[in-house]
Protein backbone atom coordinates (compact mmCIF):
# COMPACT_ATOMS: atom_id res chain seq x y z
CA UNK A 1 0.00 0.00 0.00
CA UNK A 2 1.53 3.14 -1.10
CA UNK A 3 1.66 5.72 1.83
CA UNK A 4 -1.22 8.06 -0.75
CA UNK A 5 -3.55 4.95 0.14
CA UNK A 6 -2.74 4.58 3.82
CA UNK A 7 -5.39 5.02 6.28
CA UNK A 8 -5.42 5.35 10.18
CA UNK A 9 -8.39 4.17 12.33
CA UNK A 10 -9.20 6.76 14.99
CA UNK A 11 -11.46 7.47 17.32
CA UNK A 12 -13.76 10.55 17.10
CA UNK A 13 -15.84 12.68 19.58
CA UNK A 14 -18.07 10.06 19.64
CA UNK A 15 -16.07 7.04 20.64
CA UNK A 16 -16.68 5.86 17.11
CA UNK A 17 -14.03 4.37 14.89
CA UNK A 18 -13.10 6.15 11.50
CA UNK A 19 -10.38 6.49 9.02
CA UNK A 20 -7.96 9.18 8.39
CA UNK A 21 -5.42 9.96 5.94
CA UNK A 22 -4.08 12.08 8.83
CA UNK A 23 -2.53 10.00 11.35
CA UNK A 24 -3.74 10.67 15.40
CA UNK A 25 -1.50 12.82 17.38
CA UNK A 26 -2.60 11.33 20.90
CA UNK A 27 -2.67 7.54 21.84
CA UNK A 28 -5.38 6.06 24.49
CA UNK A 29 -6.63 3.06 26.07
CA UNK A 30 -10.22 2.06 25.51
CA UNK A 31 -10.68 0.33 28.86
CA UNK A 32 -9.17 2.63 31.50
CA UNK A 33 -10.55 5.87 29.18
CA UNK A 34 -6.91 7.72 29.06
CA UNK A 35 -5.09 9.57 26.54
CA UNK A 36 -1.57 10.91 26.42
CA UNK A 37 1.10 11.87 24.20
CA UNK A 38 2.45 8.64 21.50
CA UNK A 39 5.77 8.97 23.25
CA UNK A 40 4.25 8.07 27.14
CA UNK A 41 7.36 5.88 28.33
CA UNK A 42 4.09 4.58 30.95
CA UNK A 43 2.50 3.45 27.34
CA UNK A 44 5.59 2.32 25.55
CA UNK A 45 6.41 -0.10 28.85
CA UNK A 46 2.85 -1.34 28.25
CA UNK A 47 3.38 -1.99 24.72
CA UNK A 48 6.43 -3.76 25.04
CA UNK A 49 4.64 -5.83 27.84
CA UNK A 50 2.30 -6.76 24.77
CA UNK A 51 -1.38 -6.05 26.97
CA UNK A 52 -1.66 -2.90 25.88
CA UNK A 53 -2.13 -3.15 22.14
CA UNK A 54 -4.99 -4.76 21.48
CA UNK A 55 -7.16 -1.69 23.72
CA UNK A 56 -4.41 1.30 22.01
CA UNK A 57 -6.65 3.80 20.23
CA UNK A 58 -6.17 7.25 19.01
CA UNK A 59 -7.04 10.50 18.37
CA UNK A 60 -6.23 13.13 15.73
CA UNK A 61 -6.63 15.45 18.77
CA UNK A 62 -6.45 16.69 22.25
CA UNK A 63 -10.34 17.93 22.19
CA UNK A 64 -11.33 14.51 20.15
CA UNK A 65 -9.82 12.63 23.23
CA UNK A 66 -11.27 14.21 26.06
CA UNK A 67 -15.15 14.37 23.74
CA UNK A 68 -15.39 10.87 23.92
CA UNK A 69 -14.84 10.49 27.74
CA UNK A 70 -10.83 10.26 27.97
CA UNK A 71 -8.92 11.56 30.70
CA UNK A 72 -4.91 12.58 30.52
CA UNK A 73 -2.71 10.72 31.72
CA UNK A 74 -0.73 11.20 34.93
CA UNK A 75 2.65 9.90 33.25
CA UNK A 76 2.95 11.71 30.22
CA UNK A 77 0.49 14.74 30.84
CA UNK A 78 1.01 15.83 34.60
CA UNK A 79 -0.08 19.05 33.85
CA UNK A 80 -3.11 18.53 32.48
CA UNK A 81 -4.08 15.63 34.99
CA UNK A 82 -3.73 17.53 37.87
CA UNK A 83 -5.39 20.14 36.61
CA UNK A 84 -8.57 17.44 35.33
CA UNK A 85 -7.92 16.20 38.82
CA UNK A 86 -8.90 19.57 40.41
CA UNK A 87 -11.52 20.23 38.17
CA UNK A 88 -13.04 16.85 39.13
CA UNK A 89 -13.16 17.23 42.67
CA UNK A 90 -14.79 20.70 42.63
CA UNK A 91 -17.48 19.03 40.52
CA UNK A 92 -16.69 21.00 37.27
CA UNK A 93 -16.53 19.72 33.65
CA UNK A 94 -12.64 20.03 32.12
CA UNK A 95 -11.59 20.97 28.79
CA UNK A 96 -7.95 21.15 27.49
Not at 1 to 23: E, F, N
Not at 71 to 91: L, M, S, V
Amino acid sequence: MSDATKTYALLGADGRPYRSAVKGLWGGHRDSKIYGRLDCPAALRAVARGGYVKHRVFFADEATAVAAGFRPCGACCRDRHQTWKTTRENGERWKP
